[in-house]
């Protein structure tokens, strides 16, 4: 797979992200066919790996799933923290907040930093593409 076919926030991540999501891509497309399916499997191999951080994926610190989502496999009724690794230390959230300049991470509960996490993440991947 080519850099320039991956998602564009794959495309600002180091080389292990983008070898993770192609393999496992390329793997999916054998198995399910070209399309959803096979992107939200690859997609879900990264986040065993990698966090969302800004508007590129990173490796997290030990391999597990980062979400219910991911927690509960396929079929899953559980809810995606969209590439937050909400399994993650609150000491590591607040890391990860600070990091994103988030206004009022101090006062902030767990799931509070996950959520702010979540939306500065998409807000520089919107600004990222827009350039």
């Known amino acids: 797979m080519k850099k320039s076919e991956l998602p564009s926030t794959l495309q ?3 080389k292990k992200a983008q070898a993770t999501f192609a393999k496992t891509l390329e793997a999916a ?5 070209a399309g959803e399916r096979a992107q939200r499997t690859a ?3 990264l986040k065993h ?3 969302k951080v800004g508007d ?9 799933p980062s979400d219910a989502a991911a927690e509960g496999g ?3 009724s559980g ?3 969209g590439g937050v690794n909400a399994n993650a230390s609150k000491a590591h959230l607040y890391g990860i907040a600070r990091e994103l300049d988030v206004e009022g991470r101090l006062k902030m509960t767990k799931a509070e930093p996950m959520e702010a996490i979540r939306r500065a993440n998409d807000s520089e991947t919107r600004q990222a ?3």
């Not at 590129?56 to 597990?64: A, D, I, L, T, V």
């Open 43 to 45: 997609f879900s191999s």
């Open 56 to 64: 590129r994926w990173e490796p997290k610190g030990e391999n597990g």
């Open 79 to 81: 809810s995606t923290a």
């Open 49 to 51: 790996s990698h966090e």
């Open 74 to 76: 396929a079929g899953s």
């Open 29 to 33: 497309e054998e198995k399910y066919g």
């Open 129 to 131: 593409r827009n350039k």
């Open 12 to 14: 600002r991540s180091g």
